[in-house]
């Protein structure tokens, strides 16, 4: 979402919105968890804090630094879902490829 069609903050109920992630989770009324980042009321949590720093400084126009963006939003995506007593399941490592036989697939020497 542009920042400017995010909505106030449902916390302080200011302009102050950088950022909207919509969880697939809903909470005990059966709405939509929202995860927001605001400018206000995140300061005192250090992903969400590193991330406004981020986006309002030079840092949100710099593409390349895209990769430490898509970092910091990685780290504030977890500490909004730790809140929730959530957390963030890597994808599990490959598994071998087998033939006929159930062995292992070599892996080629190129």
Request: proline letters at 9%.
């Amino acid at each position: 979402m542009r920042s400017q069609t995010l909505p106030a903050c449902s916390r302080c109920h200011q302009d102050q919105l950088l950022s909207v992630a919509n969880m697939p989770k809903t909470d005990a009324y059966g709405r939509r968890i929202q995860l927001e980042l605001c400018k206000v009321c995140d300061t005192d949590k250090p992903a969400a804090a590193a991330s406004t720093n981020f986006l309002t400084t030079a840092g949100g126009h710099d593409l390349s630094r895209a990769e430490e963006a898509s970092q910091l939003m990685i780290k504030w995506t977890r500490e909004g879902m730790a809140a929730y007593v959530w957390y963030w399941e890597d994808p599990p490592p490959p598994q071998p490829v087998l033939h006929r036989r159930g062995r292992a697939a070599q892996t080629p020497p190129w």
